[in-house]
């Protein structure tokens, strides 16, 4: 049995994976199980150093990379570049904490015992990821668990497994160890990953996904209280103030936007732009949106397809139910081509604020401008939904941009930037957009587990 992989641009089919089920993800788990002996009591500088060697690899091989990612996912050639260089930048982050697992000691305040605390690997590790960034989406999770002495089974997208299996096999060339990482290809995930989740040697499931998915695996993590990252769904908005720089401000939504064709989980989901620069801020970021050209990664374009048939008609369907509650379409790109799941970045004015549109996910390169005047009511607003991942601030005045940025329920605020990702920085969001961090130091705890010893040394 077999996958196709589709290019999404051409339809055309790239290549064929292997569709596994619950024997072969059952196999997966005897290969890390049999690896983490071995794997977790290997030194983290040599652990450190087959990172960064799988760093300079996919430095080295970007632009095959970029291309192979263009083409399993449709992204433009500029945004699969852009997603190597970043997805590298966490194996090289890794690879600098993989020698820091930090540690205690500590005196217990009545005297006596001492405490010894550590971080360990947590055991076998579960990582599942999507399709739409095929690179980094794999690094974020792979790169902290080996660092921290992890072995892992690894289950990308049906969509985007090419990429996937590219990676592991540059970090193979790096030195990795036979067995560290196994990625498992299906058609049939509820499948695979129920598996691992009823595997006891299985004791970390790191998941991106959306929030009705990452939901059902919480609950069969609960029986066996696997140890659960979830890095789910956004709504992120994006505030435009009436002091804002308005050009940087529409560099920023142009970058929050229509990054990956708004196929990103922090992609700004619904504008708020205040009364005052209102008109100007359409006119302008509507005047950017016209100039995007849609297309095939491989003719140049900036914008490429949507990642399927499904993705194109509920992007399509929210925009007509958006005008058939009174917004109106103020720009809009030319059309793509006709083949493949094309759909022409386009700007909706006048939203109402009770619109549908600003209650769920786009994933798509539609922008709903909303207009706002008084501060609470703003807030009221842009707190008022179920995700709490990114949210973006642009603001003149400073002060107000970060009282703005602390009021909202989000794990990640952009102050005067398009971008919050960094592997530096601990990705993740509150509420229902997910549960721990990625990146950072954070990132590599979800990897480990506290212990103490409670020691009485007789002194
Ligand atoms: P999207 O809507 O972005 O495709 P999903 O949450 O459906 O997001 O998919 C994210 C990842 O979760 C993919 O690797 C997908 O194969 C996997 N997945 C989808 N459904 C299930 C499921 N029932 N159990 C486990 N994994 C799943």
Same mark, same amino acid.
């Given at each position: 049995m /077999?996958?196709?992989?589709?290019d999404?641009?051409t339809?055309e089919?790239v290549?064929?994976?292997a569709?596994?089920? +619950?024997g072969?993800?059952r196999q997966?788990?005897?290969t *890390?199980?049999?690896a983490?002996r071995?794997?977790s %009591?290997?030194?983290?500088?040599r652990r /450190?150093e087959?990172?960064?060697?799988?760093?300079?690899?996919?430095?080295?091989?970007?632009?095959e990379l970029a291309?192979?990612i263009?083409?399993?996912n449709?992204?433009s050639?500029?945004?699969?570049?852009?997603?190597?260089?970043?997805?590298?930048?966490f194996?090289r982050?890794?690879?600098?904490?993989a020698?820091r697992p930090?540690?205690e000691?500590?005196?217990?305040?009545a005297?006596?015992?001492r405490?010894l =605390?550590?971080?360990?690997?947590?055991?076998?590790?579960a990582l599942?990821?999507p399709? !739409?960034?095929?690179?980094?989406?794999?690094?974020?999770?792979?790169?902290?668990a080996?660092?921290a002495?992890?072995?892992?089974v690894?289950k990308p *997208?049906?969509?985007t497994?090419?990429?996937?299996?590219?990676i592991?096999?540059?970090?193979?060339?790096?030195?990795? +160890?036979?067995?560290v990482?196994t990625?498992?290809?299906?058609?049939d995930?509820a499948?695979?990953?129920?598996?691992?989740?009823?595997?006891p040697?299985?004791r970390?499931?790191?998941?991106?996904?959306?929030t009705p998915?990452?939901?059902?695996l919480?609950r069969?993590a609960?029986e066996r209280?696997?140890? /659960?990252s979830?890095e789910?769904?956004?709504?992120?908005?994006f505030v435009v103030? *009436?002091?804002a720089?308005? @050009?940087?401000?529409?560099?920023?939504a142009?970058?929050?936007?229509f990054?990956?064709?708004?196929q990103?989980?922090t992609a700004? !989901?619904?504008f708020? =732009?205040?009364d005052a620069?209102y008109?100007t801020? =359409?006119?302008?970021?509507?005047a950017?949106?016209e100039?995007l050209?849609?297309?095939?990664?491989?003719d140049g374009?900036?914008?490429g397809?949507?990642?399927?048939?499904?993705a194109?008609v509920?992007v399509?369907a929210?925009v007509? @139910?958006t005008?058939?509650?009174?917004? %109106?379409?103020?720009h809009?790109?030319a059309?793509g081509?006709?083949?493949?799941?094309?759909?022409? +970045?386009?700007?909706?004015?006048?939203?109402p604020?009770?619109?549908a549109?600003?209650?769920?996910?786009i994933?798509?390169?539609?922008?709903p401008?909303?207009r706002?005047?008084?501060? @609470?009511e703003?807030?009221?607003l842009?707190?008022d939904?179920?995700?709490?991942?990114?949210?973006?601030?642009?603001?003149?005045?400073?002060?107000?941009?970060? %009282?703005?940025g602390?009021a909202?329920?989000?794990?990640m605020?952009g102050?005067? %930037?398009?971008?919050?990702?960094?592997?530096s920085a601990?990705f993740?969001?509150?509420?229902q957009?997910g549960?721990?961090r990625?990146?950072?130091?954070?990132g590599l705890?979800e990897?480990?587990?506290t212990?103490?010893l409670?020691?009485?040394w007789?002194?």
């Open positions: /077999s996958i196709p992989v589709i999404p641009a339809l089919t290549a064929t994976v569709d596994h089920g +619950p072969e993800a997966a788990v005897d *890390a199980a049999a983490f071995d794997w %009591r290997t030194a983290p500088r /450190s087959v990172l960064h060697k799988a760093f300079e690899l996919m430095l080295r091989d970007r632009d291309l192979l263009s083409r399993e449709g992204k050639l500029a945004d699969a570049t852009g997603e190597v260089t970043y997805a590298a930048e194996l982050w890794f690879a600098e904490e020698v930090g540690g000691y500590g005196s217990a305040p005297g006596g015992a405490t =605390v550590s971080h360990r690997p947590v055991g076998v590790a599942i990821t399709w !739409n960034f095929p690179a980094a989406m794999v690094t974020r999770k792979i790169g902290p080996i660092a002495g992890c072995t892992a690894l *997208a049906a969509e497994p090419l990429t996937a299996i590219a592991v096999e540059l970090l193979v060339e790096a030195g990795l +160890p036979d067995g990482v990625v498992v290809t299906t058609s995930p499948s695979v990953v129920g598996t691992w989740l009823d595997d040697r299985v970390k499931i790191s998941f991106t996904g959306s998915i990452g939901r059902i919480l069969q609960a209280v696997v140890n /659960s979830m789910l769904g956004g709504n992120a908005p103030t *009436a002091d720089d308005v @050009e940087a401000a529409v560099a920023g142009m970058i929050a936007k990054r990956n064709g708004g990103a989980c700004a !989901n619904r708020y =732009v205040h620069v008109d801020f =359409v006119a302008r970021f509507g950017e949106v100039k050209t849609v297309g095939a990664a491989a374009a900036a914008i397809p949507l990642i399927n048939e499904k194109l509920r399509r929210a007509e @139910e005008i058939a509650e009174g917004a %109106r379409i103020s809009r790109a059309d081509p006709q083949t493949g799941w094309f759909y022409p +970045p386009t700007v909706l004015a006048d939203v604020a009770t619109a549109i600003l209650q769920e996910e994933f798509g390169p539609v922008a401008i909303a706002w005047t008084d501060e @609470e703003l807030l009221t842009v707190n939904t179920e995700y709490g991942l990114a949210a973006y601030v642009f603001a003149g005045d400073l002060r107000q941009a970060v %009282r703005i602390e909202i329920d989000a794990g605020v102050i005067n %930037r398009g971008l919050v990702s960094d592997p601990p993740g969001g509150v509420k957009s549960l721990g990625e990146g950072a130091r954070e705890r990897f480990q587990e212990q103490y409670s020691v009485d007789g002194l």
